[in-house]
């Protein structure tokens, strides 16, 4: 949590207002109970809907046990009931831990044990999976199932016909557990409390212009940072706008959503949105998209080329974001020159947000040179969930996150992303762990030892390889042969290497540490031969 320094400064200059998301609903769906907030297929759910469902529905999850500080494993796509959930439990005071639909056995199973989960929600079947079979995994908690149930309990039987008269939770507790993209092992768990958060979503609406015109389409995970708070959904709920829920992200869906429903902003990461540009500009005719204002990208850099794209072919501004579920989020604005939008990630939400960039001895860089990103700030977590010995080496002494990101500041205080300085894969904007599949990999009885390093590519910015060195007098593995393998283990499947390069031994640094860097020199030598 922040020294009291800190947090009395963030009261004083108003970031912190006391709100809790229980208040932000309530006063949402007092002011205006029968606007649209969610539209999800045919579904439209009104304001006053929305708070009486997650009232309700927060009867019936304390008719079984939930309590105050209680966490619970959420992993629910994109679809109406997500709202329900998660302002039921910030209604309560127990705390969602938001896993995203592609995580699978590996994953909910450590986020159960890790927390201590008293219960995990999901989904019945989605994108063909079935969500239910993850129940073994999330054991010894409960499972309450949006949809068919089969064995669980199936969420639908959890509304309640009164409200609980409960008490309330503080907007100086924690309100919820994020994931971060890590570099090291499994996911660290993020606490994000009502009061930093939710300063976060204001700032954010207010620099996106949302306003209660706004129609904001949710394309990712619903449960992204990204799609959450930046502006995201809470964003248009705070700006008593509406959220359009897409399935899938696919432009055949995208496209005519944007059309029928009017949307005004939505965001994408940079593979996405380089589909959606592709798809309209293959169209002779398409769907009307003259609704749409804003495209946000984020998650990933998007290189300066698509980004020239996006005006004349989506007829709307195009607003870069670069940001953390640690906290940090930094925003071209609506009103900045092209030469600002097409080339820096943007520029921080807070006059509060801290910026240091440093070298590898946390020596400051000259002015405009690049460098490690250190940030601390009124929305910038001081520490991860249960993970002292981490925090010790992902925080300085004196308060600052780092974040692995090398930037350079420009004169006009807006950063450029150069790269990573952190064991850590970007795919297509979802963030791998190396070390998480390496030890995924050595299970493997043909494995003797592993890493894993990012591959460039033109559409999804970072593949993933493996290098893998075999076991003595086994046959080297094959790469479906691998895939096989981590599949089996439960891992999502976005983490799975792309490719495969067997070798004798692994090049060390002066220390005697894998060399990663020689490692990606020889796959690029691969690649040019």
């Not at 509406?242 to 944007?258: G, N, S």
Request: charged residues 25%.
């Amino acid at each position: 949590m922040w020294p009291e320094e800190f947090a009395r400064r963030y009261r004083e200059q108003g970031y912190w207002t006391g709100q809790t998301f229980d208040d932000l609903l309530r006063s949402r769906s007092d002011a205006h109970p029968d606007r649209i907030a969610v539209v999800d297929g045919e579904r439209r759910v009104t304001y006053g809907e929305l708070r009486d469902r997650a009232l309700r529905l927060a009867g019936g999850l304390h008719r079984i046990g939930v309590r105050r500080g209680d966490r619970v494993v959420v992993q629910l796509p994109n679809r109406a009931e997500y709202f329900d959930v998660v302002f039921a439990l910030f209604r309560l005071g127990a705390l969602p831990v938001f896993a995203l639909p592609a995580h699978r056995a590996a994953e909910i199973g450590y986020f159960c044990a890790h927390t201590e989960a008293v219960a995990f929600i999901t989904t019945d079947v989605h994108e063909g999976f079935d969500h239910r079979t993850l129940a073994a995994a999330a054991a010894p908690a409960t499972t309450i199932v949006a949809g068919a149930p089969g064995i669980h309990i199936g969420l639908s039987t959890l509304y309640e016909s009164a409200y609980p008269d409960l008490g309330l939770p503080s907007a100086g507790e924690v309100a919820f557990l994020q994931l971060s993209g890590g570099s090291t092992g499994l996911p660290k768990l993020i606490p994000r409390t009502h009061d930093d958060y939710l300063y976060s979503v204001r700032a954010s609406a207010e620099i996106c212009g949302l306003t209660a015109d706004s129609v904001y389409l949710a394309a990712l995970p619903v449960a992204h940072n990204f799609t959450m708070s930046s502006p995201g959904v809470l964003g248009a709920l705070h700006a008593g706008g509406r959220i359009v829920l897409a399935r899938r992200p696919d432009p055949a869906t995208v496209l005519p959503l944007i059309a029928a429903e009017r949307v005004t902003i939505t965001a994408a990461v940079p593979p996405l949105a380089l589909l959606w540009l592709d798809a309209v500009a293959a169209m002779a005719s398409g769907p009307d998209l003259s609704s749409l204002e804003v495209l946000q990208v984020g998650g990933a850099k998007l290189g300066s080329t698509v980004a020239a794209r996006v005006a004349p072919t989506l007829g709307c501004r195009l607003q870069q974001v670069f940001g953390m579920a640690e906290g940090l989020v930094n925003y071209t604005r609506l009103d900045d020159p092209d030469e600002v939008v097409l080339h820096t990630q943007g520029r921080p939400i807070s006059p509060d947000d801290e910026i240091r960039i440093v070298d590898d001895e946390d020596r400051p860089v000259p002015p405009g040179a690049a460098g490690q990103l250190l940030t601390r700030g009124p929305y910038t977590i001081r520490g991860y969930y249960r993970a002292a010995a981490h925090n010790r080496e992902a925080f300085t002494a004196d308060g600052f996150y780092r974040t692995g990101d090398v930037v350079r500041r420009r004169d006009d205080g807006y950063l450029v992303v150069e790269g990573r300085a952190k064991d850590q894969i970007n795919r297509g904007g979802e963030k791998i762990a190396a070390e998480e599949v390496e030890n995924h990999l050595l299970t493997h009885p043909a494995v003797h030892d592993a890493a894993v390093v990012a591959v460039p590519d033109a559409y999804l910015g970072e593949r993933t390889c493996a290098f893998v060195v075999p076991r003595a007098g086994q046959d080297p593995p094959t790469l479906p042969a691998l895939r096989r393998h981590l599949h089996e283990r439960g891992l999502a499947a976005y983490k799975i290497p792309d490719r495969l390069q067997v070798l004798d031994a692994f090049p060390v640094t002066g220390v005697g540490k894998t060399s990663r860097r020689e490692l990606r020199a020889a796959l690029r030598a691969l690649q040019k031969g």
